[in-house]
């Protein structure tokens, strides 16, 4: 299992003829909106309109259910996802590579992946990561990054492996302050080299 993580930012400009048709976007968006934050709507959108509507769609966007995954996004964009059993190694290296720089154009990085080799990285992305329900961002809801951590489920697996492969001292010490009847495996070099290798996000 893996875990996900999302964060954004907004800061995009809109051109100004169109300035009319988006002050009543933002107002239908505003009034679609469960949360309440129709009365901020307007203070807020008359110092940026653009960064506004984006993130009134985010927000109602969030409010639904996803409809995507990210394996149905990387198809969209024309790569190809083979069954792991049909790749040779080095043809699944060669599809990791181009599977981590498609997610990349989708804004998602994998971090803690040097327990894994290429081969069980890409059978873990095929059978779970990448068909998970995801949502289908555009860049006019501004920046926003997905974060998928290889052993961050919080499962007893994934705490183990953590701890074996990844943790500092700092944090065993902290783990094991909070769970003394814990296990605490030793501390291991990871068995691949590919973390520092792998492109990172921008914030």
Known sequence: MSFTQRSRLSHLTAPS?????????VTDYSKQLRLPLSEH???YSQR??????????????????????????LIRDGIE????????????SQKLDEVIQGLVKLHTYL??????SDRELYEHLWWEALNEPEYEFDDGMGQYQTTIDLVGDG????????H???ADELDRDWWLSENPDGYLPDMEPAPYD????????AF
Not at 155 to 162: A, H, K, L, R, V
Request: aromatic share 6%.
């Open 17 to 25: 003829s169109e300035r009319q048709n988006q002050e009543l976007r």
């Open 41 to 43: 709507v307007a203070d």
């Open 48 to 73: 940026d309109l653009d960064a506004t509507e984006g993130f009134l769609r985010y927000l109602l966007m969030l409010e639904s259910e996803p409809s995507s995954s990210l394996a149905k996004q």
């Open 81 to 92: 996802l083979p069954e792991p059993e049909s790749l040779d190694d080095s043809a699944v």
């Open 111 to 116: 971090i803690h992946t040097d327990h894994l």
């Open 155 to 162: 499962s007893e697996s994934s705490t183990e492996i953590y």
């Open 164 to 166: 074996r492969y990844y």
């Open 194 to 201: 590919r973390d520092r290798h792998l492109p990172r996000p």
